[in-house]
């Protein structure tokens, strides 16, 4: 089934350790995007990748890293966790262009906790 | 600065009611609206979109109200059943560049 796969489902993590969240999609999607979702901040946007070889930061950047090396890979890096940074991480793409024809897709996420 | 603000935070109604989510935004170039649906341990995913040169689009039990001049959108479920129990975000984005989102209702809808 095409869509996008992330891994892990869940991590706890000791504050201060290197984490790389991944996501690998299999629809050939030009852009790429990390989400986190807190309760009562809804989904922000960590970066982002509008094509292989490009990234950009959303809303909230700091503490996190991206590569957009091909097409279908876009990891997510922690350098050294905090506890802020516990959360839900959505990975998602959009095939680009008009944002009517090209909807964002999702994963079902990583439950991060920092301690 | 929420760039989309979504009321209310939760809602709970009747099977066969009506619950209605608003959401506001300030950027008048923001060209694409859409709401996704979210299940407990599952991605959200696109439920319906729409553009601002139209004041309502539906689809099936799912209708989206625009009013540009508001700069105010919302959604109704009609005839609501518990399996439409999810959290609903509105979102905004402006030629796709970016996707900002509310901060989402969550939806319960009781037998």
């Known amino acids: 089934i095409a869509g996008i796969t992330q891994a892990p489902t869940s991590q706890i993590l000791a504050a201060g350790r290197r984490m790389t969240l991944r996501c690998t999609q299999d629809m050939r999607h030009n852009a790429m995007y990390w989400y986190r979702q807190d309760l009562g901040l809804g989904l922000r946007l960590i970066h982002y990748s509008n094509t292989a070889g490009t990234t950009g930061k959303g809303e909230v950047p700091d503490g996190y890293s991206v590569s957009r090396a091909n097409t279908d890979d876009f990891p997510l890096t922690l350098a050294s966790a905090v506890p802020s940074q516990t959360s839900v991480y959505f990975c998602?793409?959009?095939?680009?262009?008009?944002?009517?024809?090209?909807?964002?897709?999702f994963g079902n996420g990583t439950r991060l906790t920092v301690t | 600065q929420q760039q989309v603000k979504q009321s209310p935070q939760s809602l709970i109604v009747q099977k066969g009611g009506i619950p209605i989510i608003n959401c506001a935004y300030e950027?008048?170039?923001?060209?694409?609206f859409p709401w996704y649906q979210q299940f407990p341990g599952k991605g959200p995913a696109l439920l319906i979109a729409?553009?601002?040169?139209?004041s309502e689009k539906k689809e099936g039990r799912f209708t989206i109200s625009f009013n540009k001049s508001a700069k105010q959108f919302s959604l109704h479920i009609m005839d609501s059943q518990p399996g439409d129990s999810a959290t609903y975000f509105c979102?905004?984005?402006?030629?796709?560049?970016?996707?900002?989102f509310g901060t989402g209702t969550s939806l319960t809808v009781i037998p």
């Open positions: 998602a793409s959009r095939r680009g262009g008009n944002s009517y024809n090209s909807p964002l897709h």
């Open positions: 979102a905004a984005s402006k030629s796709g560049n970016q996707f900002y």
């Open positions: 950027n008048t170039a923001f060209d694409y």
């Open positions: 729409i553009r601002p040169d139209v």
